[in-house]
């Protein structure tokens, strides 16, 4: 089993930068990619961000070029760096854990930590 737990989120002014953590224990040598999902009020949630054990980034289109996701093997933590964030990334962001790819279905989730953008 793996456990992953996210820290970082809260509130910010539109404009403004956030960076959440994800701290993963457990039998992470089963983990090969890890990512971000986030999920709006009543919307689905959807892929934000991924990175892979080889160091391979993937990111949703709404946030390229702001969002940066990086990981530091020693401390088992993936971080999501925000910056120029926007009212309509307000959601809840997950933090996902895969042995192969953080899809949807992804083999561990954390908790959730609320990020909350005014405008």
């Known amino acids: 089993q793996v456990q992953l737990v996210e820290s970082g989120g809260g509130w910010v002014q539109a404009g403004g930068s956030l960076r959440l953590s994800c701290a993963a224990s457990?039998?992470?040598?089963?983990?090969?990619?890890m990512g971000w999902y986030r999920q709006a009020p009543g919307k689905q949630r959807e892929f934000v961000a991924a990175?892979?054990?080889?160091?391979?980034?993937n990111y949703a289109d709404s946030v390229k070029g702001r969002f940066t996701i990086s990981g530091d093997n020693a401390k088992n933590t993936v971080y999501l760096q925000m910056n120029s964030l926007k009212p309509e990334d307000t959601a809840v962001y997950y933090c996902?854990?895969?042995?192969?790819?953080?899809?949807?279905?992804?083999?561990?989730w954390g908790q959730g930590t609320h990020v909350t953008v005014s405008s």
């Open positions: 996902a854990a895969d042995g192969i790819y953080p899809g949807p279905n992804s083999d561990y």
């Open positions: 457990g039998s992470i040598f089963s983990i090969n990619a």
């Open positions: 990175i892979t054990s080889g160091g391979t980034t």
